[in-house]
């Protein structure tokens, strides 16, 4: 049953990153006492002036999705005071997709209204939150906070300070349930102070990588603004603040005396928090209340120590990375990729046995809507790039989906948004099996961090072809045509694999050393795509045996391949010889993650390079790269596990 509220906001209208709050009350004696929510961009609810929960569910202005929270536990007989307090974002970023300002709830006794949103709520600007600031995290997270504690009342267990009547919207929005179970907001992480300077520098070790968020309780002689930066690291002696354009930190202004805050909406991702003021301060507490979604561990466990270390290590980085949806990296961009979330969903099943999860991620990013009719680089968002690759990896998670739970039903959801998405890619192939490179400035051809197949801006060339794109669309194809045939859907996709596989083979093949080039134009080899070349189908035989020794050799003459790509790799040695390189599949991810555990990894690594690389924006937890978990999992026998 739907909530019966109105569409509200403040009569002053909307801009923004800004805050508003709203407050009602209702009279109470017995009964279940349930919440239904919904709001643009983000909400948190406190009753008598104690919190509740936070966290809108990203979803899209024509999906919009609501949450029912149960209430009884907070509520006293008598009167109740309601407050909710709405950050409107306003500005798109990697999971937010610009809609209008505004709530709507619905509060139900025994399933009853008895109150519910419209003209005679009480609203007002939040005096608290500074308003307008737009200033960027990174551009993916979207905006930092400034609190200002000398400017709270006592509006949430007292009424009616400065509120007027709020105004009804013109708008009507179709309302969803939330698919998934909302993350759960633990206690206070015990933090651990590492580091004191002159009673102005604080710096704070969580002990592990963790997301949650900020919680501050400190004593100030003076008001003064302080702030706060968070990372997964201090390679240089601190939080590394400031990378580039990106900025992990966010303010506060403090009062004279004891201050304690804790901010609802904006999840961290880090292990180290610091603190800096201009006068002295006296700080008890410097943390994050962690934000964990609701998953148990499922399966066995490798019996080999340093396997079992670095399963555990990879199950954890892959829960850190699950809040509403998969997200790449809790620390720099929180943003569900249809790449990234593919090797998340496929370790998801083995770890947790998880499929609600899954599903309504794959569920998600099918009501994307982009007017050239690929995937947006994230789901929701309105950025302007899109990452044609990425595209159709979202066939093969589709397919694992399928083949993993049985579940028919999210095929038949999604399957409209598979036709077009690759009628999109089909209607650029012509006659001879050539697929042009996407140009323009919407489009980023972009595959795994190497050379060549990053999609640098600069050497896109009109007309030039990648094996990549080719070989994917392939493998896209074969899961199209395989999802077609489990729906008992007409197959319409395989016709087109055998042109294609022409051209691979034609354009990308190099006989002299017997290896698939990136390009039709260059002649650079890499791991990745003779990789895909096996996976395909373009690579047969003899000529597959040899590129399948060629990539299991430490000297080969090919890029390396990445960790977000590695499982490519593996699993193209594993289709010609699974017996033969099984060894070799284990060793080599034995190797690389070891040496992030023997540095003091508490999560896996965004790449080998760890923190240093891109340029100093490494992530030190990143779900893609936890595949350790599903090669331990299918490739160890049951002696081997416990």
Known sequence: MEPKGKWIWLETGESPDSYAEFYDEFAYGDGKVELFISADSNYAVYLNGVFVNSGQYPDFPYYKVYDCLELTNFCRVGKNRLAVVVWHYGMSNMSYYPGRACLLYDLRVDGQTLIASDSATRSRVSPTYRQGRRHEITSQLGFDFHYDMTAEDSWMIEGDRGFSESCVLSQELALFPRPIPKVMIGEPIESRLVLSESGTRFLYDLGRESVGYLVLSAESDCTQEVLIAYGEHIADGGVRRIIGTRDFSVRMTLRPGENCYFNPFRRLGCRYLELFSSSPVRVDRLTVRPTDYPVAPSGKLPKDSLRRRIYEVCARTLSLCMHDHYEDTPWREQGLYAMDSRNQILCGYYAFGERAFARASLSLMSRDRRPDGLLSICVPSTHKYAIPSFTLHYFTEVYEYLTYTGDLSLGEEVYPKLQSLMEVYLS???????????????????????????????????????????????????????????????????????????????????????????????RDKSELVNSLAILCGAAEGEQREKIARLLASRENGMTPISLSMLCFKLDALLACDRDGYRAYVLEDLDRRYARMLDQGATSVWETEEGESDFDGAGSLCHGWSTMPIYYYSTLLDASEME
């Open 428 to 522: 650029r192939v012509d006659e001879e099996g050539n697929i042009p490179l996407w140009m323009g400035d919407g489009f980023w051809n972009f595959y795994e961090w190497s050379p060549e197949l990053d999609g640098n801006m600069k050497k896109r060339v009109e007309g030039r072809r990648e094996a990549a794109q080719s070989c994917l669309l392939v493998i896209a194809l074969r899961r199209m045509s395989a999802i077609s045939r489990m729906l008992g859907k007409k197959d319409e996709y395989l016709p087109y694999v055998d042109r294609i596989l022409g051209a691979i083979r034609r354009d990308f093949y190099d006989v002299e050393s017997g290896l698939y080039c990136n390009t039709d134009l260059e």
